[in-house]
């Protein structure tokens, strides 16, 4: 199983950035996916999730009409479209995978396949 987790970078306040999560060893459209981050210093917080099919989405309401996750299950990858970011939304970016995939969950202990992780840094 592995997943990886690609896009992230420096960017100004204001920008926009995409991050992708591609996903291997697993049937990746029977699974539930989410991005989560961990800035330093703080633990790991909920940013987006998106059910097996696409259907449903749910957000923290910290990115709540700026950020939009999606999912290709064609291609096994999930993506997280960050708009208008902000210093506070510098942090490592990490997608998870749910076998509960019915659900938008937001509990990182209902996740059991992680990504590396990749680091996204916003300056004022």
């Known amino acids: 199983v592995q997943l990886v987790d690609s896009g992230g970078g420096l960017v100004q306040a204001g920008d926009s950035l995409s991050l992708s999560c591609a996903a291997s060893g697993f049937t990746f459209s029977r699974y539930g996916m989410a991005w989560f981050r961990q800035a330093p210093g703080k633990e790991r917080e909920f940013v987006a999730s998106?059910?097996?099919?696409?259907?449903?989405?749910a957000y923290a309401d910290s990115v709540k009409g700026r950020f939009g996750i999606s999912r290709d299950n064609a291609k096994n990858t999930v993506y997280l479209q960050m708009n208008r970011l902000k210093p506070e939304d510098t942090a490592v970016y990490y997608c998870a995978a749910s076998s509960r995939g019915w659900r938008t969950l937001v509990d990182d202990n209902d996740y059991v396949y992680w990504g590396q992780g990749t680091q996204v840094t916003v300056s004022s």
């Open positions: 998106i059910t097996l099919s696409g259907d449903l989405t």
